[in-house]
């Protein structure tokens, strides 16, 4: 492949490959039900706590909202709570999914082969946790899905959140190619800065939860990616790299 040739495809994950936010506010509020919160988070607020990237991230900034005039007397014990919060979210989050409760969204697993058999390779750079990644693509694609991809930050590798571009920078690094060769797949305003702060072109489709977002700075902005092919991407990436 030359040097300015499209070499790689870089995948968030959450509203990204699969429609999950909805799956994700109803694992939240059952966690909260089930440990006596009297939290209950409607589709409004949720779209407003997308802005704060990270499930630990956005349960500590409600915290911070709804007990605004108590200072923890010990912070260990919140994060503490946090974590317990979100450990239930999560468990309810793969049930979910583990019973069919989301799917890829249209066009991703068809342009992800196109590529494979094209030798180009596949990443993923998303802020959400492993055991989410795994419940999702496993049930997607199969108990092998790790082996469509040469490369994966999660919340685990990289913990300084979106929009930072620390995970995409991870992932270039990994790859060994320079951004100038890959494309971005993100949903969120978070998402294109993230991306875009590592150099890379990205190609957004929104979804109701983030339709509202900026995305200025973005190659395409598309509905979905039902009707994008290999050789589509190639003419955006080329036209970018000229």
Known sequence: MTAGSLQALIFDVDG???DTESVHLAAFNQAFA??????VWTTGMYIGLLDI???????????NQVHADVRPLDAQALTDRIARIHELKTAHYENAVNGGAVS????????????????LQLAIATTTSPVNIAALLCHAMGSDWRLNFSAIGDASTAPVKKPHPQVYLQMLDVLRLP?????????????????TA?????IITPNPFTVHHDFT???????DLSHTKLAAL????????R
């Not at 990237?53 to 915290?63: A, F, L, M, N, P």
């Not at 494309?183 to 978070?190: K, P, Q, R, Y």
């Not at 590592?198 to 990205?202: E, F, I, S, V």
């Open 16 to 18: 990204t490959l699969a």
């Open 34 to 39: 089930e440990l006596g919160l009297d939290w």
């Open 53 to 63: 990237s990270g499930g630990k991230e956005r349960i500590r900034h409600y915290w």
């Open 104 to 119: 890829l969204r249209p066009g991703v697993l068809a342009l992800m082969d196109e590529a494979l058999n094209a030798g």
């Open 179 to 195: 951004s100038a060769a890959c494309l971005a797949f993100e949903d969120s305003g978070n998402g294109l800065r993230s991306a």
């Open 198 to 202: 590592a150099g890379l072109a990205t």
């Open 217 to 223: 700075g973005a190659l395409k902005v598309l509905p």
């Open 234 to 241: 190639r003419q955006w990436h080329g036209a970018v790299a």
